[in-house]
């Protein structure tokens, strides 16, 4: 019943994921299987019915494809390094490896359960650049030698403020990488004050707004692009109950 539900619903979505080939098309449905079984016993998401993952989740993940190809750098001898903070379920992070295999995608989860989940879909979907799990927690390891300031892109969904979110990736990017931030209108008119100042005191600037269509409840979403200028001064990150509390 599962296959066939998530079968269907891939089938009518069909139009609207046109962006997949037929090969990411299938590394898709695999993923999404193996998230929709994994989630009957640990909680990857709220909701596992396979419309409500295309629909809220995948969909969701897929609008920031055009914005990292305009941002990303241009072709080096490395792929370009993308991290993904609070990967959870895998969204965008997986979705955005599966979608683009030229780039190599980190994803940080602070939740073992869900880690090993992550490592699962890795080794089920078989990418010419293995995605990378981290368990641990951004605000740490953003102090942390082996990944401060060494990521071209960094994403994060349902993480928190923009306040909060900024200082969480802006310490894990080179300087010239951009941090893509999903928010709503509403969100940001309250709290882009405080992000400014933020930003300003590590380094870094909004670059541009992106607007996207609206989803099915006609939420007005945008993607808030952050540019890191200049390093961010030791201190940044801060530890959790100091960023959380400001």
């Given at each position: 019943m599962i296959k066939e539900s998530l079968q269907e619903a891939l089938e009518s979505n069909r139009g609207v994921l046109?962006?997949?080939?037929?090969?990411k098309f299938?590394?898709?449905?695999?993923f999404l299987n193996s998230l929709i079984a994994y989630n009957e016993h640990t909680n990857l998401v709220a909701?596992?019915?396979a419309s409500t993952l295309i629909e809220r989740h995948v969909l969701d993940s897929l609008t920031l494809l055009p914005i990292i190809r305009?941002?990303?750098p241009e072709n080096g001898p490395e792929p370009a390094g993308l991290v993904d903070v609070g990967a959870g379920g895998g969204f965008p992070g997986v979705i955005l490896a599966l979608s683009l295999p030229e780039i190599k995608v980190s994803l940080v989860e602070a939740t073992a359960k869900k880690c090993r989940f992550l490592e699962q879909a890795s080794d089920l979907l078989k990418l010419d650049h293995p995605m990378s799990v981290i368990n641990g927690r951004a605000?740490?390891?953003g102090t942390l030698g082996d990944y401060r300031g060494t990521f071209d892109l960094a994403t994060a969904r349902a993480v928190g403020t923009t306040a909060l979110v900024s200082e969480l990736l802006v310490p894990l990017l080179k300087v010239g990488g951009y941090a893509l931030l999903q928010k709503t209108k509403s969100q940001l008119d309250q709290e882009m004050?405080?992000?400014?100042?933020r930003l300003k005191q590590m380094g870094a600037a909004v670059e541009e707004m992106v607007n996207i269509e609206p989803g099915n409840?006609?939420?007005e979403r945008v993607v808030l692009v952050l540019k890191k200028h200049k390093q961010t001064p030791e201190g940044y990150p801060r530890p959790w109950s100091r960023i959380k509390r400001d």
């Open positions: 046109s962006e997949l080939d037929t090969d299938e590394k898709l449905r695999l909701r596992a019915e305009r941002f990303m605000e740490e390891l004050n405080e992000a400014e100042k409840d006609e939420t």
